[in-house]
């Protein structure tokens, strides 16, 4: 399943960093959860997962922060995708 047949209103996993830091995205993973199904996560890339800061939000909120995620939606499930700024390639690799 890619980013372009998810619904708008899908919720996806991100962070405080990321929408109200402002932080850029730059790790992304897709996985499955026998529980929850499959699991978008957009965060900044700092490694700080505390609860404190994690959100969920609709997918089109975290596309509209930073539409150039469309390159990587195609991300198989079970891989993250990284890379150092904005505007740089997408690295991915399995987790």
Do not use: K
């Not at 830091?21 to 499955?32: A, F, G, M, T």
């Not at 939000?57 to 596309?63: A, E, P, Q």
């Not at 505007?87 to 399995?94: F, L, N």
């Amino acid at each position: 399943m890619t980013l372009s047949d998810l619904s708008n209103d899908t919720m996806v996993v991100t962070s405080s960093y990321v929408t109200v830091d402002r932080l850029p995205i730059l790790y992304v993973s897709y996985e499955y959860d026998e529980e929850e199904g499959h699991i978008w996560q957009f965060h900044c890339g700092n490694g700080d997962y505390s609860m404190e800061r994690m959100q969920l939000v609709r997918l089109d909120t975290i596309l509209a922060l930073d539409a150039s995620l469309f390159a990587i939606g195609d991300l198989p499930s079970g891989f993250c995708a990284t890379r150092t700024s904005v505007g740089m390639a997408w690295v991915c690799a399995a987790q």
